[in-house]
């Protein structure tokens, strides 16, 4: 039993283990996040690495706030709604991963290389706002956080309160995740860092970025 904000929270162990262990085998399942935080720290280390994690990790924060004060319901009742958010986050997936074949780098040096060859910077916070806007605009992060998290709410504890303590235990597990990833991304470093490989890696990424935006975009909210 713990307090979150005002509200009471208490706290059936059993049920929580066997949530953080569903939590766990969902989180290594190879996704749109992984993808985002491997080519975050190949291109830009520890700090671009970081940087992802923590926009991915905010938008789970903020999607976990919507579904525990009720807004996050709209997107399983309202095809509307779970439509404009598939649409805009299937365009957003898809534009990366054209960007990324279209204009693929020959360095990992922090800067891409546009048509005409000119280098052009990655802002600071670039890394963080695409993991924020990938996770953002996936409105399967949604649905699933409404289907998922009250199997593991225990009887009689507050559902609002309760759902966003299981978000935040899923998005701890989930940085421990990303520090896996970018700790073992980081020793491939030299070889990943070769002109060759870069622009193939780029081409890889963007290909799987579109696909990821293809299958969103056929997604429904019922499955």
């Known amino acids: 039993m713990f307090m979150l904000g005002r509200a009471m929270v208490v706290v059936d162990l059993p049920l929580l283990l066997s949530f953080m262990l569903a939590a766990i085998l969902l989180t290594i399942t190879p996704g749109i996040d992984t993808v985002m935080m491997l080519r975050a720290t190949t291109v830009g280390g520890v ?12 938008g789970l924060l903020l999607w976990g706030a919507m579904v525990s004060v009720g807004l996050g319901a709209l997107l399983q009742t309202s095809a509307i709604a779970y439509d404009c958010v598939k649409w805009a986050g299937a365009g957003y997936l898809c534009a990366l991963g054209i960007k990324q074949l279209m204009s693929p780098r020959q360095s990992l040096s922090g800067a891409t290389t546009g048509a005409d060859g000119a280098a052009q910077d990655l802002p600071p916070g670039g890394f963080l706002r695409k993991g924020f806007l990938t996770n953002i605009l996936n409105p399967k992060v949604g649905v699933f956080y409404i289907t998922f998290l009250p199997q593991f709410i225990p009887h009689g504890a507050a559902v609002g309160p309760y759902s966003f303590f ?6 701890a597990l989930t940085a421990v995740w990303f520090v896996v990833l970018v700790m073992a991304t980081l020793p491939l470093g030299r070889f990943l860092k070769t002109p060759r490989v870069v622009r193939l890696m780029d081409r890889v990424t963007g290909g799987v970025f579109i696909a990821f935006g293809a299958k969103l975009a056929v997604s429904s909210s019922t499955r």
């Open 47 to 58: 700090g671009g690495g970081i940087r992802a994690g923590v926009g991915i990790m905010l």
């Open 166 to 171: 299981l978000t935040l235990v899923h998005c």
